[in-house]
C-alpha cells in the first residue's frame, strides 16, 4: 500500500521549491495530495501541483464542492504524514495558536497524523520572539521540523537563518518519518574524496580548478544514511555533510595520506578534481616582479589517488568508483580511463563550460562500466548521489554472488 503524504504548501517565495518536492516523493512511490494557502497560490499556481501529484489540489478557500467531495477532516485523516512546506511564520503561529479560520489550518488541527515543518522566512522573523515562543510550543507539541538552513535569501543582502530544507532533506525526513528510509549501504566503510587540491606555488599563490565539491560531498551525505564514511576534502566553501567524518586537506599528496589513513574501506568514490601537476618546488618566498622575463612554471605529476587505491595490493576496497570530467567524447575518455585506472565503474560528466555542471546543482551523467555505459537524464546532483549510493548498495550486495554486474540495474536511472 502506497504512503499518502498531505502537503500543505505555504506562501512564500520557497514554494516553487515544493514542485520539486513533489515529483520527488511521487518518483519514491509516495502518493501527494496537496493543500494550498490562499497566500501561496500567489507564488505558484494551483495547477502546476495538481499536474505534478496527478490529485485534485485544495485551496484555502472554503469551496461547498471541495468540501462535499472530500471534506478537510477526512483529507487529514487519510494521509500518512502531514508536511508543511514552506511553513511562514503565520502558518507557525495559526498551528501553535490552534486556529482553524482556513483549510491548512483546519486541517492541521483536525488530524490525527503526525505533522512535518519546513519553516522558510526572514532570519528577522524566524528569530523574532513570537516564532521563537511559536516553534518552541510546536515541539512540545510533537511536530517535527526540518530546517530551516542558514544562507542567502530571496531577498537580497539578506543571509542567517531562515532558508526552506532542500527537497532532498525534507524527503529524507518524510522518509525517516515514515519508517522507510532507505539505507543502501548500512554497515559498509566508504571513502570518498571531493573538491579541488590546491597547489602551492609560492606562500601565497595555488594552481587549483574549479571543482566545487558539491556533487562529492552530496555522495558522503546520501551515503551517511547507513554507511561510516570519510570524507576527504580539498578546499571548499560549502559545509561539512553531516554525520560524516570529514577530513580537511589542501594538496593532492595530503589527499592520498588522507585516503591511506582511512583504508581499510569496502568502497571508495574519488569524486575530487585533483590537480594532476605541481609546481616542483614550492619557493619559500613570494615570487617577485623583477621586471625581466616572466618565471617559468615546472611541474610535476601528483599521484593518483583513485589507481592508487584501485590497485593497492593489499587494501583495494571491494568497490572503487573514478569521476571523469570530460570536455568533449566524454563516454569514450571515460572508458578509456576505466582501463587505465583499474577501477570498476567511472561516473562520467561533460564539464564543458556550457553544461554549467562545474560549480552548478545539476548533472548529467553516464555510469561507465566495463561492458556497459548507462545515462542518465539531467538531475540535480543530490539525486545522482542518492541514485549512486542505491546502485554501489545494489552492485555490492551483487558482488560475489554473481547477481549484478556493474552497470546492470538502474534504480529509477532512464
Ligand atoms: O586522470 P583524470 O584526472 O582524468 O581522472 C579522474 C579521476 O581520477 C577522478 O575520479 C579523480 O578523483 C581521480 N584522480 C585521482 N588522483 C589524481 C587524478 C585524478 O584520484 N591525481
Known sequence: MKKRILLIVGGGI???KCLELVRRARDRGFDVR????????????PLSFASLSGEPVHTDLFSLDEETEIGHIRLSREA??????????DLLAKLAGGLA???????????????LVAPAMNPRMWSH???????????????AFVGPNSGEMA???????????????????????????TKPLAGHRMIVTSGPTHEPIDPVRYLANRSSGKQGHAIAAAAAAGADVTLVSGPVSIPDPAGVSTVHVETARQMLAAVEEALPAEIAICAAAVADWRPTSEGGQKMKKDGGAAPGLELVENPDILRTLAQHHTLRPRLVVGFAAETEKVVAHAQAKLARKGCD????NDVSHESGVMGGDRNTIHLVGSESVESWDEMDKH?????LVARLGNMLGGKGSGTTAPGSTAPGAS
Open 14 to 16: 520557497a514554494a516553487y
Open 34 to 45: 496537496c493543500v494550498m494557502t490562499t497566500a501561496a497560490t500567489e507564488f505558484v499556481t
Open 101 to 115: 479560520d482556513s483549510l491548512a489550518g483546519a486541517v492541521l488541527l483536525a488530524t490525527d497524523k503526525p505533522v
Open 383 to 387: 539525486e545522482v548521489a542518492e541514485r
Open 129 to 143: 520572539p513570537a516564532t521563537r515562543r511559536n516553534a518552541a510550543q510546536l515541539r512540545a507539541d510533537g511536530i
Open 80 to 89: 500518512d504524514l502531514v508536511v508543511v512546506a514552506p511553513a511562514t511564520a
Open 155 to 181: 531577498e537580497q543582502n539578506e543571509a542567517g537563518e531562515g532558508r526552506m530544507a532542500e527537497p532532498h532533506e525534507i524527503l529524507a525526513r518524510i522518509e525517516e518519518m515514515l519508517g522507510v528510509a
Open 345 to 348: 565503474l567511472i561516473v562520467a
